[in-house]
C-alpha cells in the first residue's frame, strides 16, 4: 500500500496585522504631516522673498523719483501755507489747512516747466512783463513755482502738486505766464474739478514712514532737524515699507541723498 504525505493547505498572510497598523499608521501620518508642513514653509519663504525683492525696487523707484523732483527744486519748506481747498491737508487732505515738513511729509519748492522736466528741449514758465515781455529777454523775468508735497495717508505715499496762481490771458494782469505749464495741479482722487486737472500720484504702497533729514550742504553730516529746512541744500531720504505675506512680517527701508538747485541755477539736462 502507498502513502501519500500529507499536505499543508494552510497559506501565509501577506497583509498587516492590527497591531502593525496601529503602529505605522500615526508615523506615516506624521511624515505626510512633516512634508505638508515643509511644502507650506518652502512656499511661504518663495512669497515673501519675492514680495521683498518687489518692495525693494517699489523704494528704490520711489526715491529716484524723489530725487528727481529735487533736481527740480530750488528750496525745501517747512510749511505750505494755507492751500485752495481740495488740496489742504485737512478734511482728509481735501480741505484748506497747510501742509507741514513735521511728519513724514516732504514739500519742495519746485521750477515748473512748458514740457517734461526729462525733455532736454523744456523750459521754465516765466511770468509775462515781469519786467519784460514774452521775448528772448523772458528768462530776465520772474519764474512759476509749484510745490510738490509728499505725504503718507490710508498706507500709501503720495505726491501732490500744487501751483502758484497763474492765467494765460490776453490781458496781462500779475498771474498771467508766456506758456502753459506741464505740470498740473492735483487733489485726491475723486476731487479732481475746475481747481485739480489730475490725481495725486500714490508712489508706493504699504509705507509705514517717510524720514527726511535736513544738510547745510551736500558734504555735512549733521542733520539740522525740520527747522533747519528753508536754508538746507542736501536731503537725505528714507522710505519705509511694511507688508504681512504667508504669515511673514517683510520690512524694507531705503535711504538716498539729493541735493537741490541752488536758487539762480537753471535745470540740467
Not at 179 to 192: H, K, L, M, R, V
Not at 203 to 230: C, F, I, Q, R, W
Request: charged content about 15%.
Amino acid at each position: 500500500m502507498h502513502y501519500s504525505s500529507p499536505t499543508n493547505n494552510s497559506q501565509s498572510s501577506g497583509g498587516f496585522t492590527l497591531v502593525e497598523i496601529l503602529v505605522i499608521a500615526p508615523i506615516v501620518l506624521l511624515a505626510i504631516g512633516g512634508f505638508i508642513a515643509l511644502m507650506v514653509a518652502m512656499v511661504g519663504d518663495v512669497m515673501a522673498t519675492r514680495e521683498n525683492n518687489t518692495m525693494l525696487y517699489e523704494a528704490q523707484d520711489t526715491l529716484k523719483r524723489i530725487e528727481s523732483d529735487v533736481r527740480l527744486s530750488t528750496a525745501f519748506l517747512t510749511t505750505t501755507g494755507a492751500l485752495t481747498a481740495p488740496q489742504g491737508s485737512n478734511t482728509n487732505f481735501t480741505g484748506t489747512a497747510a501742509f507741514a515738513n513735521t511728519s513724514n511729509t516732504l514739500i519742495l519748492n519746485a521750477l515748473v516747466t512748458d514740457q517734461s522736466p526729462l525733455n532736454s528741449a523744456r523750459e521754465l514758465i516765466y511770468y509775462k512783463d515781469q519786467p519784460n515781455a514774452c521775448g528772448a529777454t523772458k528768462i530776465f523775468n520772474n519764474v512759476l513755482y509749484s510745490k510738490v508735497i509728499y505725504f503718507i495717508n490710508a498706507g500709501s505715499l503720495w505726491r501732490r502738486t500744487v501751483i502758484s496762481p497763474f492765467n494765460t490771458n490776453a490781458t496781462t494782469d500779475a498771474e498771467t505766464v508766456c506758456a502753459e505749464p506741464w505740470q498740473q495741479n492735483s487733489c485726491s482722487p475723486g476731487y479732481t474739478a475746475t481747481r485739480c486737472k489730475t490725481n495725486d500720484i500714490e508712489v508706493m504702497k504699504n509705507v509705514t514712514e517717510l524720514d527726511v533729514k535736513y544738510y547745510n550742504s551736500p558734504n555735512s553730516t549733521s542733520d539740522g532737524g525740520v527747522n533747519s529746512a528753508n536754508g538746507a541744500t542736501t536731503i537725505k531720504v528714507t522710505v519705509t515699507g511694511e507688508k504681512q505675506v504667508a504669515a511673514k512680517t517683510i520690512t524694507v527701508s531705503q535711504s538716498l541723498r539729493a541735493t537741490r538747485l541752488n536758487t539762480t541755477a537753471l535745470p540740467s539736462s
